[in-house]
């Protein structure tokens, strides 16, 4: 599976985004797709993940009410709409696929990843 990041940008505080996720390759696989960030220094953070079927979507605790996942009709695409970006919201911001929502527990169960795409929020 192949993972191809978009959307991000320079914001300002209080501001909105949206990432988009693009899978291709072998898509049959039911992948449960999601999002990762990485602040310079530091070890990736979970974000936010949705089920293949799309109903099941899972955060992070702190991301809870600002941020959105949501994937396609084809199941092949996932978005996480950003809102009320804040400074410390800035990091590059990595595609996931894994088969299972408890991957997204550790980032190194992940299988496929996204090239990422980098979110500077800042006035």
């Known amino acids: 599976v192949q993972l191809q990041a978009s959307g991000g940008g320079l914001v300002q505080p209080g501001g909105s985004l949206r990432l988009s996720c693009a899978a291709s390759?072998?898509?049959?696989?039911?992948?449960?797709m999601g999002w990762f960030r990485q602040d310079p220094g530091e070890e990736r953070e979970f974000v936010a993940a949705i089920s293949w079927s799309g109903i099941l979507k899972y955060y992070a605790d702190s991301k809870k009410g600002r941020f959105t996942i949501a994937s396609d009709d084809t199941k092949t695409t996932v978005y996480l709409q950003m809102n009320s970006l804040k400074p410390e919201d800035t990091a590059v911001y990595y595609c996931?696929?894994?088969?299972?929502?408890?991957?997204?527990?550790?980032?190194?169960?992940?299988?496929?990843w996204g090239q990422g795409t980098l979110v500077t929020v800042s006035s």
């Open positions: 996931a696929a894994a088969v299972s929502y408890r991957d997204f527990s550790d980032y190194h169960n992940i299988k496929y």
């Open positions: 390759g072998r898509t049959d696989t039911n992948y449960v």
